[in-house]
């Protein structure tokens, strides 16, 4: 797996379940082009969350670099469109996304043969329990966020009012600690995400 830099310290369970999740997300019919190639976007996706992992924490455990390529698995499934377009909406839709990730994510890690107690440790992390507090937690937390900042925030200032667009980049910096907003600083950005990053910064 390209996406692992030292295969040989995990186990041929491991490599199973990533293998696993990343069959279920090729099924993505969300595509994405990335250098000219067609990709399933919630592989895609995964892909670019293990890297961060990987590159946050170079000794990261086996349960955070599962919760990892497992964050979004089937995400497709249950269409944002699907629910009213409300807060309330919102709120449902993320709450039964978690609930559908945790559930095809422990078929999986059971199917290849898991213990119960690293099943339960996938799912709090990818529930984001003790955010804040364990440090697996925080580094899932600051990979998420800076796979948004490095490749979705020009889609996202496209589609979003600027003013809102400057809070959401607030709320994003706030749940990241201090070393990964010092790799989000390090990226390359265009003039006008450059100008967001400065408004929402102070």
Same mark, same amino acid.
């Given at each position: +797996?390209?996406?692992l830099?030292?295969e $040989?310290?995990?186990?041929?369970?491991? =490599?199973?379940a +990533?293998?696993?999740?990343?069959e279920?997300?090729a099924?993505?019919p969300?595509?994405?082009?990335?250098?000219?190639?067609d990709?399933?976007?919630?592989?895609?996706? &995964?892909?670019?969350?293990?890297?961060?992992?990987?590159?946050?924490?170079?000794?990261?455990?086996?349960?955070?670099?599962?919760?990892?390529? $497992?964050?979004?698995?089937?995400?497709? #499934?249950?269409?944002? %469109?699907?629910?009213?377009m409300?807060? &309330?909406?919102? #709120?449902?839709?993320?709450n039964?996304? %978690?609930?559908l990730?945790?559930?095809k $994510?422990?078929e999986i890690?059971?199917?290849?043969?898991?213990?119960?107690?690293?099943? &339960?440790?996938?799912?709090?992390?990818?529930?984001?329990?003790?955010?804040?507090?364990?440090h697996?937690c925080?580094?899932l937390?600051d990979?998420?966020?800076?796979?948004?900042?490095?490749y979705?925030?020009?889609?996202? =200032?496209?589609? @979003?009012?600027?003013?809102? +667009?400057?809070?959401?980049?607030?709320?994003?910096?706030? %749940? =990241? $600690?201090?070393?990964?907003? @010092?790799?989000? #600083?390090? #990226?390359?950005?265009?003039?006008?995400?450059?100008?967001?990053?400065?408004?929402?910064?102070?």
């Amino acid at each position: +797996m390209r996406h692992l830099s030292n295969e $040989s310290k995990y186990g041929v369970q491991f =490599m199973e379940a +990533m293998r696993r999740f990343d069959e279920e997300n090729a099924q993505d019919p969300n595509r994405i082009l990335v250098d000219g190639v067609d990709r399933a976007h919630e592989l895609w996706y &995964a892909q670019r969350v293990t890297d961060w992992i990987l590159r946050l924490d170079p000794d990261a455990s086996e349960p955070l670099l599962l919760a990892a390529r $497992s964050q979004h698995i089937c995400r497709w #499934l249950i269409p944002r %469109k699907a629910y009213e377009m409300t807060r &309330a909406g919102y #709120l449902r839709w993320r709450n039964d996304l %978690k609930h559908l990730h945790a559930k095809k $994510s422990a078929e999986i890690l059971r199917e290849v043969g898991y213990d119960e107690a690293t099943i &339960a440790r996938v799912a709090d992390l990818n529930l984001k329990k003790g955010l804040g507090q364990d440090h697996d937690c925080q580094v899932l937390e600051d990979a998420l966020c800076l796979v948004t900042i490095q490749y979705q925030l020009a889609e996202l =200032m496209q589609k @979003t009012d600027p003013d809102k +667009m400057v809070g959401i980049l607030q709320k994003t910096w706030k %749940k =990241m $600690s201090n070393a990964a907003r @010092t790799h989000a #600083l390090a #990226l390359t950005f265009t003039e006008a995400e450059n100008a967001l990053i400065r408004k929402a910064l102070g």
